[in-house]
Protein backbone atom coordinates (compact mmCIF):
# COMPACT_ATOMS: atom_id res chain seq x y z
CA UNK A 1 0.00 0.00 0.00
CA UNK A 2 1.22 3.70 -0.87
CA UNK A 3 1.18 6.08 2.11
CA UNK A 4 2.56 8.94 -0.04
CA UNK A 5 -1.10 10.57 -1.56
CA UNK A 6 -2.10 11.58 1.73
CA UNK A 7 1.14 13.59 2.61
CA UNK A 8 0.45 15.43 -1.20
CA UNK A 9 -3.24 16.13 -0.11
CA UNK A 10 -1.77 18.33 3.25
CA UNK A 11 0.93 19.99 1.24
CA UNK A 12 -0.57 20.56 -2.08
CA UNK A 13 -1.92 24.08 -1.41
CA UNK A 14 1.85 25.07 -0.84
CA UNK A 15 2.64 25.15 -4.55
CA UNK A 16 0.39 27.77 -4.83
CA UNK A 17 2.58 30.36 -3.39
CA UNK A 18 4.64 30.72 -6.68
CA UNK A 19 2.68 32.79 -9.29
CA UNK A 20 4.22 31.23 -12.28
CA UNK A 21 1.26 29.63 -13.93
CA UNK A 22 0.85 26.52 -16.08
CA UNK A 23 -1.69 25.52 -18.92
CA UNK A 24 -3.11 24.01 -20.47
CA UNK A 25 -5.80 22.46 -17.98
CA UNK A 26 -7.20 18.78 -18.38
CA UNK A 27 -10.50 18.60 -16.56
CA UNK A 28 -11.35 18.15 -12.97
CA UNK A 29 -7.73 19.37 -12.54
CA UNK A 30 -8.98 22.87 -11.28
CA UNK A 31 -9.69 24.62 -7.97
CA UNK A 32 -11.19 27.76 -8.47
CA UNK A 33 -10.85 30.26 -5.00
CA UNK A 34 -13.88 33.04 -4.30
CA UNK A 35 -14.39 35.53 -1.39
CA UNK A 36 -16.58 33.86 1.52
CA UNK A 37 -18.49 36.92 0.95
CA UNK A 38 -19.38 39.17 -2.03
CA UNK A 39 -21.65 42.65 -2.18
CA UNK A 40 -23.97 42.65 -4.65
CA UNK A 41 -22.92 45.07 -7.78
CA UNK A 42 -19.99 45.25 -6.64
CA UNK A 43 -16.46 44.35 -8.62
CA UNK A 44 -14.81 40.98 -6.67
CA UNK A 45 -11.49 39.00 -7.88
CA UNK A 46 -11.51 35.29 -8.16
CA UNK A 47 -8.35 32.76 -9.10
CA UNK A 48 -7.96 29.44 -10.50
CA UNK A 49 -5.31 27.16 -9.50
CA UNK A 50 -4.03 24.26 -11.59
CA UNK A 51 -4.08 20.68 -10.33
CA UNK A 52 0.01 21.68 -9.36
CA UNK A 53 -1.25 24.41 -6.83
CA UNK A 54 0.04 27.23 -9.42
CA UNK A 55 -1.98 30.08 -10.50
CA UNK A 56 -3.90 29.46 -14.19
CA UNK A 57 -3.88 31.75 -16.38
CA UNK A 58 -6.21 32.35 -19.41
CA UNK A 59 -8.80 30.27 -17.93
CA UNK A 60 -12.71 30.58 -18.85
CA UNK A 61 -14.62 30.61 -15.48
CA UNK A 62 -18.39 30.33 -16.31
CA UNK A 63 -20.35 33.41 -13.58
CA UNK A 64 -24.13 32.25 -14.74
CA UNK A 65 -26.50 33.87 -17.18
CA UNK A 66 -24.25 33.42 -19.70
CA UNK A 67 -21.58 35.51 -18.25
CA UNK A 68 -17.69 34.52 -18.14
CA UNK A 69 -14.64 35.79 -17.65
CA UNK A 70 -10.87 34.90 -18.48
CA UNK A 71 -7.94 34.45 -15.45
CA UNK A 72 -5.11 37.08 -16.27
CA UNK A 73 -1.62 36.21 -16.44
CA UNK A 74 -1.85 35.84 -12.59
CA UNK A 75 -4.32 33.47 -12.93
CA UNK A 76 -7.20 36.05 -11.24
CA UNK A 77 -9.56 37.66 -12.54
CA UNK A 78 -11.66 40.79 -11.26
CA UNK A 79 -15.91 40.44 -12.15
CA UNK A 80 -18.65 42.42 -11.43
CA UNK A 81 -21.33 40.71 -8.56
CA UNK A 82 -24.67 40.59 -9.90
CA UNK A 83 -27.09 42.85 -8.50
CA UNK A 84 -29.32 40.48 -6.96
CA UNK A 85 -29.34 36.95 -5.75
CA UNK A 86 -28.21 35.03 -2.38
CA UNK A 87 -25.21 33.39 -4.08
CA UNK A 88 -23.13 33.07 -6.80
CA UNK A 89 -21.60 30.25 -8.46
CA UNK A 90 -18.62 29.95 -10.49
CA UNK A 91 -17.55 27.02 -12.88
CA UNK A 92 -14.63 25.59 -14.62
CA UNK A 93 -14.40 22.54 -16.04
CA UNK A 94 -16.55 20.73 -14.11
CA UNK A 95 -15.45 22.17 -10.96
CA UNK A 96 -17.71 24.88 -9.08
CA UNK A 97 -17.24 26.90 -6.12
CA UNK A 98 -19.62 29.25 -4.56
CA UNK A 99 -19.73 32.38 -2.52
CA UNK A 100 -22.55 33.95 -0.30
CA UNK A 101 -23.68 37.76 -1.80
CA UNK A 102 -24.36 40.32 0.85
CA UNK A 103 -26.42 42.99 -0.02
CA UNK A 104 -24.99 46.59 -1.12
CA UNK A 105 -24.09 48.92 1.10
CA UNK A 106 -23.36 52.68 -0.02
CA UNK A 107 -20.22 52.54 1.28
CA UNK A 108 -18.36 49.78 3.03
CA UNK A 109 -16.77 51.71 6.26
CA UNK A 110 -13.91 50.21 7.62
CA UNK A 111 -14.08 48.57 10.76
CA UNK A 112 -12.33 45.50 13.01
CA UNK A 113 -10.58 43.18 10.80
CA UNK A 114 -12.11 39.51 11.02
CA UNK A 115 -9.90 36.36 10.62
CA UNK A 116 -9.46 33.35 12.32
CA UNK A 117 -7.21 32.73 15.31
CA UNK A 118 -5.78 29.48 13.56
CA UNK A 119 -4.52 29.67 10.34
CA UNK A 120 -2.99 26.55 8.36
CA UNK A 121 0.24 27.48 6.95
CA UNK A 122 0.17 25.32 3.68
CA UNK A 123 -3.77 26.79 3.12
CA UNK A 124 -6.08 29.54 2.33
CA UNK A 125 -6.95 31.95 4.87
CA UNK A 126 -9.72 34.55 4.95
CA UNK A 127 -9.98 38.24 6.49
CA UNK A 128 -13.20 39.82 6.66
CA UNK A 129 -14.03 43.66 7.12
CA UNK A 130 -15.27 46.89 5.18
CA UNK A 131 -13.38 49.08 3.45
CA UNK A 132 -11.32 46.22 1.09
CA UNK A 133 -11.64 46.50 -2.63
CA UNK A 134 -13.32 44.12 -4.59
CA UNK A 135 -9.46 44.63 -7.45
CA UNK A 136 -6.92 42.21 -5.32
CA UNK A 137 -3.97 44.33 -6.21
CA UNK A 138 -5.43 47.42 -4.43
CA UNK A 139 -5.32 45.23 -1.01
CA UNK A 140 -2.72 43.94 0.62
CA UNK A 141 -1.58 41.24 3.60
CA UNK A 142 1.55 40.59 5.43
CA UNK A 143 2.35 38.21 8.03
CA UNK A 144 5.31 38.97 10.32
CA UNK A 145 6.22 41.50 7.59
CA UNK A 146 6.21 39.54 4.76
CA UNK A 147 4.10 39.55 2.43
CA UNK A 148 0.76 36.67 1.49
CA UNK A 149 -0.94 36.07 -1.98
CA UNK A 150 -4.43 37.46 -2.23
CA UNK A 151 -5.85 35.27 -4.16
CA UNK A 152 -9.47 36.59 -4.22
CA UNK A 153 -11.32 39.53 -2.44
CA UNK A 154 -14.44 41.64 -2.50
CA UNK A 155 -15.19 45.06 -0.27
CA UNK A 156 -15.78 42.83 2.25
CA UNK A 157 -13.84 39.93 2.62
CA UNK A 158 -10.38 38.25 0.63
CA UNK A 159 -8.54 35.14 0.89
CA UNK A 160 -5.00 35.32 1.00
CA UNK A 161 -2.27 32.46 0.97
CA UNK A 162 1.30 32.82 3.52
CA UNK A 163 4.19 33.33 1.42
CA UNK A 164 7.06 30.67 1.54
CA UNK A 165 9.04 31.88 4.27
CA UNK A 166 6.46 31.91 6.54
CA UNK A 167 7.04 30.10 9.79
CA UNK A 168 4.33 28.49 12.10
CA UNK A 169 4.17 30.17 15.56
CA UNK A 170 2.38 33.40 16.83
CA UNK A 171 2.27 35.83 13.48
CA UNK A 172 1.56 39.54 13.38
CA UNK A 173 -0.68 40.17 10.79
CA UNK A 174 -1.61 43.76 8.88
CA UNK A 175 -3.78 44.89 5.98
CA UNK A 176 -3.69 47.62 3.90
CA UNK A 177 -5.95 48.94 1.32
CA UNK A 178 -7.31 52.75 0.26
CA UNK A 179 -7.75 54.16 3.36
CA UNK A 180 -7.74 51.00 5.27
CA UNK A 181 -4.55 49.96 7.91
CA UNK A 182 -5.51 47.03 10.31
CA UNK A 183 -3.20 44.97 12.70
CA UNK A 184 -3.89 41.96 14.24
CA UNK A 185 -2.65 38.51 15.72
CA UNK A 186 -2.94 34.83 14.67
CA UNK A 187 -0.91 31.65 14.86
CA UNK A 188 0.25 29.86 12.16
CA UNK A 189 0.21 26.24 11.86
CA UNK A 190 1.51 23.08 10.06
CA UNK A 191 0.12 20.22 9.94
CA UNK A 192 2.61 17.01 8.66
CA UNK A 193 1.57 13.65 8.60
CA UNK A 194 3.16 10.33 9.76
CA UNK A 195 1.78 7.33 7.96
CA UNK A 196 1.83 3.62 9.85
CA UNK A 197 5.31 1.86 10.20
CA UNK A 198 5.74 -0.72 8.49
CA UNK A 199 2.76 -0.06 5.79
CA UNK A 200 -0.50 -2.22 6.62
CA UNK A 201 -1.46 -4.72 4.90
CA UNK A 202 -5.22 -5.58 3.43
CA UNK A 203 -6.98 -6.66 6.59
CA UNK A 204 -4.85 -5.12 9.42
CA UNK A 205 -5.93 -1.65 11.46
CA UNK A 206 -4.17 0.71 12.60
CA UNK A 207 -3.35 5.20 12.97
CA UNK A 208 -2.73 7.80 10.78
CA UNK A 209 -1.15 10.62 12.83
CA UNK A 210 -1.20 13.95 12.46
CA UNK A 211 0.71 16.29 14.31
CA UNK A 212 0.29 20.07 14.10
CA UNK A 213 3.90 22.47 14.57
CA UNK A 214 3.03 25.82 15.73
CA UNK A 215 0.64 25.67 18.65
CA UNK A 216 0.15 23.74 21.52
CA UNK A 217 -2.99 24.12 21.64
CA UNK A 218 -6.34 21.67 21.70
CA UNK A 219 -7.03 22.06 17.71
CA UNK A 220 -10.55 20.45 16.00
CA UNK A 221 -9.15 18.71 12.75
CA UNK A 222 -11.34 17.63 9.90
CA UNK A 223 -10.54 14.89 8.18
CA UNK A 224 -11.97 13.33 4.85
CA UNK A 225 -11.34 9.65 3.57
CA UNK A 226 -11.23 10.02 -0.25
CA UNK A 227 -10.47 6.23 -1.36
CA UNK A 228 -13.23 3.78 1.42
CA UNK A 229 -12.49 1.11 -0.51
CA UNK A 230 -8.69 1.29 -0.33
CA UNK A 231 -8.47 2.45 3.58
CA UNK A 232 -11.49 2.25 5.89
CA UNK A 233 -11.90 5.14 8.78
CA UNK A 234 -13.06 2.95 11.36
CA UNK A 235 -15.06 5.99 12.93
CA UNK A 236 -16.36 7.34 9.71
CA UNK A 237 -14.67 8.65 6.47
CA UNK A 238 -15.54 11.73 7.98
CA UNK A 239 -14.50 13.13 10.92
CA UNK A 240 -13.64 16.06 13.31
CA UNK A 241 -11.01 14.82 15.56
CA UNK A 242 -9.23 16.76 18.56
CA UNK A 243 -5.64 16.84 19.47
CA UNK A 244 -4.11 16.90 22.57
CA UNK A 245 -2.62 20.01 22.63
CA UNK A 246 0.71 20.36 24.49
CA UNK A 247 4.09 19.73 23.11
CA UNK A 248 3.27 16.77 21.64
CA UNK A 249 0.37 18.39 19.66
CA UNK A 250 -0.89 15.48 17.58
CA UNK A 251 -4.14 13.68 16.98
CA UNK A 252 -4.76 10.12 15.39
CA UNK A 253 -7.35 8.44 12.93
CA UNK A 254 -7.98 4.52 13.29
CA UNK A 255 -7.80 2.87 10.53
CA UNK A 256 -8.11 -0.39 8.51
CA UNK A 257 -6.41 -1.84 4.79
CA UNK A 258 -9.08 -2.96 3.03
CA UNK A 259 -6.81 -3.31 -0.41
CA UNK A 260 -3.56 -2.14 -1.66
CA UNK A 261 -2.99 0.52 -3.83
CA UNK A 262 -2.61 4.77 -3.02
CA UNK A 263 -5.27 6.25 -1.17
CA UNK A 264 -6.31 9.81 -0.34
CA UNK A 265 -7.91 11.78 2.41
CA UNK A 266 -7.64 15.36 3.20
CA UNK A 267 -7.10 17.20 7.01
CA UNK A 268 -7.65 20.29 7.58
CA UNK A 269 -7.90 22.69 10.84
CA UNK A 270 -11.40 23.05 11.91
CA UNK A 271 -12.27 26.96 11.77
CA UNK A 272 -15.18 28.50 13.51
CA UNK A 273 -18.34 28.02 12.92
CA UNK A 274 -20.61 30.65 10.62
CA UNK A 275 -23.68 29.18 11.56
CA UNK A 276 -25.60 32.22 10.15
CA UNK A 277 -23.35 31.21 6.26
CA UNK A 278 -24.40 27.74 6.91
CA UNK A 279 -28.04 27.91 7.44
CA UNK A 280 -28.24 30.44 4.20
CA UNK A 281 -26.27 27.89 1.95
CA UNK A 282 -28.67 25.23 2.94
CA UNK A 283 -32.04 27.14 2.25
CA UNK A 284 -30.20 27.95 -1.09
CA UNK A 285 -30.01 23.82 -1.38
CA UNK A 286 -33.18 23.21 -0.74
CA UNK A 287 -34.87 24.28 -4.25
CA UNK A 288 -31.99 22.57 -5.93
CA UNK A 289 -32.78 18.97 -3.37
CA UNK A 290 -34.42 16.15 -4.60
CA UNK A 291 -37.96 15.58 -3.72
CA UNK A 292 -37.26 13.33 -0.51
CA UNK A 293 -34.32 15.41 0.54
CA UNK A 294 -35.79 18.91 0.72
CA UNK A 295 -37.73 18.25 4.36
CA UNK A 296 -34.60 16.92 5.57
CA UNK A 297 -32.69 20.17 4.51
CA UNK A 298 -35.32 22.78 5.90
CA UNK A 299 -35.23 20.57 9.12
CA UNK A 300 -31.61 21.16 9.16
CA UNK A 301 -31.27 24.81 8.41
CA UNK A 302 -34.25 25.51 10.99
CA UNK A 303 -32.09 23.09 13.69
CA UNK A 304 -28.77 25.41 12.99
CA UNK A 305 -30.87 28.27 14.33
CA UNK A 306 -32.97 26.74 17.41
CA UNK A 307 -30.29 24.78 18.66
CA UNK A 308 -26.84 26.14 17.63
CA UNK A 309 -25.40 23.46 20.05
CA UNK A 310 -26.71 20.69 17.51
CA UNK A 311 -23.77 22.17 14.99
CA UNK A 312 -21.34 18.53 14.85
CA UNK A 313 -24.49 16.43 14.25
CA UNK A 314 -25.53 18.90 11.85
CA UNK A 315 -22.11 19.04 10.04
CA UNK A 316 -22.05 15.54 10.01
CA UNK A 317 -26.10 15.10 8.34
CA UNK A 318 -25.14 17.67 5.74
CA UNK A 319 -21.57 15.89 5.06
CA UNK A 320 -23.06 12.39 4.04
CA UNK A 321 -25.56 13.62 1.37
CA UNK A 322 -22.80 15.55 -0.02
CA UNK A 323 -20.71 12.68 -0.42
CA UNK A 324 -23.68 10.60 -1.93
CA UNK A 325 -23.97 13.30 -3.99
CA UNK A 326 -23.05 13.98 -7.82
CA UNK A 327 -20.94 16.15 -8.50
CA UNK A 328 -23.12 19.63 -9.21
CA UNK A 329 -24.36 22.93 -8.14
CA UNK A 330 -26.54 21.19 -5.43
CA UNK A 331 -23.65 19.08 -4.19
CA UNK A 332 -21.20 22.31 -4.30
CA UNK A 333 -23.75 24.16 -1.72
CA UNK A 334 -23.91 21.38 0.60
CA UNK A 335 -19.93 21.48 0.95
CA UNK A 336 -20.65 25.07 1.60
CA UNK A 337 -22.90 24.38 4.67
CA UNK A 338 -20.29 21.98 5.51
CA UNK A 339 -17.18 24.04 5.27
CA UNK A 340 -19.39 26.99 7.29
CA UNK A 341 -19.93 24.36 10.18
Not at 27 to 40: D, F, S
Not at 74 to 99: M, N
Not at 128 to 151: F, T
Not at 279 to 285: D, F, I, V
Amino acid sequence: MSWSAGLLLLALVAAAQALRARSPLSPGTVTIVLPPKLMAGHPATLAVLGEDGRLAPAVNVELGNGRTIKTDRTGRGVFHVPETGDYLLAKVSGEEAVSLIDPAVAQAEPNAIALPPIVSLHDRFWICGGGLRGDADEDGVKLNGQSALILASSPICLVALPGPSAQPGSTALSVEAPGVAWSATTTLVSLEFVPPNPPLNPGQQGELVIRVRGSGEKLGIAVRNGTPKVLRFTRGDVQEIMTGGGAENFATVKVQAISSGDFSWSARVVAAPDLASAERYLWAAVPLAPRDSERTLAELAQRLRRHPGDRATVRAKVARLAMGTMAGDFRTLLEAAEAAL
